[in-house]
């Protein structure tokens, strides 16, 4: 039998609680230390899933008793742990974004570039199936040339106003996910445009935030891509795709819990509400992603995405952050 890969994780948030699930899920891998400075949280946490508890990431890393950690903290945290990982010579999958200031980053590259520690970026809609599906048939010419892609993404609702503070805003914290799909569709973009809207939410305004967006990419073959985004959705959770090219269309749309339709005198084809939550609708991609990274850690070929994927996708939450204050049209420079 494989020997178990023991996990070090830090933060033990919602999306800490993802990624302890996805740990337990997967035989391979165990959790073997949990970190945050809310020691209580970190004790639960460790309670359900196992491991040892600390307040301190020196603490986990020098115990010698992890083969690889998990960054799930606050985002502020993101870099610095990411380096003492790549000085521990530890491999590190990081949540997005890797930090709220792209000059960091930058100052980072070259020994993130330099290191061999494997680091994987927390994009997880990389790995929902449905998507990957999409990305091969559009890679094997299904719809000819790649001249459009439409991507839907609108929250169920707005995030507490402790967390809004803290998200870097809505290009950084929930943008950042698909400007990474765009990437992951059409690599090289070359400029951003973007409009925010403040429509709904009072206290998202009262942070210097938008509630809704809309962002447009294009592509260095001028392919056009369309990102909207709402941080609410009064039928759920909200995630689409739609792929145009010159012999067709590929799409990919939401998911209900029943597969069951009605039809009566009031409507037809009348469903279920969509998944009313992140980690419903991605709870399988989570699992997947955490399983990619293990292969990483094996030392095995991985599809994971890295530290260059966080740092363009940076960028390009930067330049649409920038468009929609400004009404500009940025150029970008992904390389």
Request: charged share 25%.
């Amino acid at each position: 039998m494989t020997q178990q890969i023991r996990i070090g994780l830090f933060g033990t948030g919602r999306i800490g609680q993802v990624h302890a699930i996805s740990v337990a899920t997967l035989d391979e891998a165990t959790l073997s230390w949990v970190c945050d400075p809310f020691i209580e949280g970190a004790k639960q946490t460790a309670a359900e899933f196992g491991g040892r508890v600390t307040d301190d990431p020196d603490e986990v890393f020098e115990s010698g008793e992890i083969d690889a950690v998990i960054v799930a903290s606050p985002t502020a945290t993101h870099l610095d742990l990411v380096e003492k990982a790549i000085d521990a010579n530890v491999p590190v999958l990081c949540e997005k974004p890797i930090d709220l200031e792209i000059s960091r980053v930058n100052a980072f590259r070259d020994k993130a570039a330099a290191s061999d520690v494997p680091v994987a970026l927390g994009f997880n809609k990389r790995f929902d199936r449905h998507f990957v599906e999409l990305k091969r048939r559009v890679a094997a010419d299904e719809i000819g040339v790649l001249e459009q892609l439409l991507i839907t993404s609108r929250d169920p609702g707005e995030p507490p106003a402790a967390y809004l503070q803290q998200s870097g805003g809505i290009f950084r914290d929930m943008t950042i996910h698909d400007l990474d799909m765009a990437r992951y569709f059409i690599p090289d973009i070359v400029e951003v445009s973007a409009r925010g809207a403040g429509v709904f939410s009072e206290g998202i305004r009262e942070a210097g935030d938008f509630d809704s967006a809309v962002v447009t990419l294009r592509g260095s073959k001028n392919e056009l891509i369309t990102i909207l985004n709402s941080r609410h959705s009064a039928y759920g959770y909200d995630q689409r795709i739609e792929a145009f090219g010159s012999a067709g269309l590929l799409q990919v749309g939401n998911k209900n819990d029943s597969l069951v339709r009605h039809w009566g005198s009031r409507s037809v084809e009348s469903a279920g509400p969509y998944q009313n939550f992140f980690l419903e609708r991605y709870a399988e991609a989570y699992r997947l992603e955490v399983a990619e990274f293990l292969r990483a850690v094996r030392g095995l070929p991985s599809r994971s995405p890295g530290f260059e994927d966080g740092r363009a996708a940076l960028i390009l939450a930067d330049a649409a952050e920038q468009s929609a204050r400004t009404g500009a049209v940025v150029a970008v420079d992904l390389t």
